[in-house]
């Protein structure tokens, strides 16, 4: 076997199939035997032992040589196999696994997280693994690879997706109560499509850029971000929202949407906000018109109450549910209501909390801050204290992740 280039399936398969193989053969060949053995000396075909024969020296040989040289192949196969799953393609592309109770974040060479591995279809992939906690094991059975992440150590392991699809992780070391939770994807798609992903085409980085545009254009300096009142509307909240506005002299009441938005830059003196002068100035063909578009996809984001798990920006820039999956949160706690290590995250904010101990409260922003800065302070009745404390957050972090968690209301 060639441990150079191959897939880590190549390089795992041919082992198993022959040692499958060799045990079926071996297997056959002692039943047929014992089969045989029973037939031809049974009790009433030889009711007493005639044989003399107390050694045969051919049979010894045969019963050393053979199973030797079963068990040197396999352990050459063995070997190559391991070779070839420890060293890793030229040109791989790598990316950083760090596992958590219970969780795991990918990190790429521009930064960017995720928690779920993405990586192009075809091209090798080479995955340092992590652990901030506890042993952990990175297993994903359909590339055949399993490597332990020892607290303090860093481990490797590399694979190349040939078909696009989403494929599963788990962790194959018992890691504590959430163990079972314990598991994500990998996400193979065609390599444009993946450039295209890590460039932050989509998803948080992309409001990111939406909010750096509004700071270019000068936006920010007459609307807030966090609901306060300046020389125009917040932001916040913007998309969706119900505006009374004056438009030829009337006033109305319209829904704040992306056409409403872009008419808002392109004539914005057409329908001036009620309460705020018409001082805006017009946009029309100052800003190109993908920018706009971008600009609106942030605007129509901020300050939204969040589905599946994405979340809007705060007024700081950042954005909660990407805070939330970076640090581990989503592996003990479910976005859907259901029960995991700790309590769901879905309709938790403003929702009465029964401690262990018998004491109620609100989960309001001081619990919150409180859970996250010290989690065994006050733990909810039915879930274990096993929450790590936070302190390397931010202020401003914990006040994203909050913010992201007021928007996961029932």
Known sequence: MNPALITTQDAVDPVFWFILGISGVILLAITATMIWFVIRYRRSRCPEPTSQCDSNLTLEVIWIVVPTIIVLAMFYYGWAGYLALRQVPPGAMEITATARMWSWDFEYA????SDRLYVPVGRPVKVRLFSKDVLHAFFVPAFRIKRDTVPGMENYIWFVADEQGSYDIFCAEYCGVGHADMHTTVEAVPPAEFEEWLAGMSGSQNTEKG????????????????????VGPSFKG????????????????????RDYIRRSLIAPGAAVVKGYPPVMPSYAGQIPGPEVEEMIDYLLRIGQPVKNGESAESEAGLDGADLARRQGCLGCHSL????????????????ERRLAGGRTLIADEAYLTRAIREPTADVVEGYPPVMPPYPQLRAEEVEAIIEWLEGLRE
Do not use: M, W
């Open 110 to 113: 521009n930064g960017r997280h």
């Open 238 to 257: 913007l998309g969706g929202r119900q505006v009374t506005i004056i438009a030829d002299g009337e006033e109305r009441v319209i829904t704040s949407d």
């Open 211 to 230: 909010r750096s545009l509004l700071a270019r254009y000068g936006c920010l300096g007459c609307h807030s971000l966090d609901g306060s009142k300046l």
């Open 336 to 351: 859907d209501g259901s029960r995991k290590v700790g309590p769901s995250f879905k309709g938790l904010f403003g929702r």
